[in-house]
């Protein structure tokens, strides 16, 4: 009786329940097929309320982006959450592109790239890193210098001399 009594406190206690919430968020992203639309971007991922982090369900914390208009998804490896800006037209293509920012592992540190729709197919134009920690953090990542577009993004090994991120332009 005592063995299946400890064997049944051992259930009892092994079983976890983690208080969970699907998160929603939706971009707006301006025209990118090309057509008269604006598209739309959707993230969704499980949170664990308890501890405020993203639930992976494995070791890789895929997430998903989804588009309005058939647009093909894009999913991006070892996030732990996904803010997304939309941008003018970068290549000539004459429809926007996107700017995924992408949560690591690292604290405030994102990782940045611009993708790029064209003939039915994403393409990544462009990557860096960056130390966000407020929301004016997200804006002014993309400049144009002598005719060409650059993405900002800072070097996590090195500091300027004030003692701050030294940054780092990506041609796109």
């Known amino acids: 009786m005592k063995f299946t009594l400890v064997i049944l406190c051992l259930v009892i206690l092994g079983c976890e329940t983690k208080k969970m919430e699907t998160v929603n968020k939706k971009f707006p992203i301006g025209n990118i097929n090309n057509y008269k639309d ?26 998903n982006i989804e588009f309005t208009e058939n647009i093909p998804k894009i999913s991006i490896d070892q996030s732990l959450g996904i803010f997304i800006s939309k941008t003018g037209d970068l290549n000539d293509d004459k429809a926007n592109e996107i700017l995924i920012f992408s949560r690591t592992n690292e604290g405030y540190w994102n990782n940045i790239s611009v993708w790029s729709f064209k003939g039915r197919k994403w393409n990544e134009i462009a990557k860096t890193r960056a130390f966000i920690s407020e929301n004016l953090d997200f804006e002014n990542r993309i400049t144009k210098e002598d005719g060409n577009y650059y993405l900002i993004g800072e070097n996590q090994w090195e500091e300027d001399e004030n003692g701050d991120f030294k940054k780092i332009k990506v041609k796109i």
Do not use: P, S
């Not at 501890?51 to 997430?63: P, R, S, T, V, Y």
């Open 38 to 63: 604006n598209d739309t971007a959707f993230v969704n991922w499980k949170r664990n309320i308890e501890i405020d982090e993203i639930e992976c369900g494995g070791n890789n914390c895929l997430i």
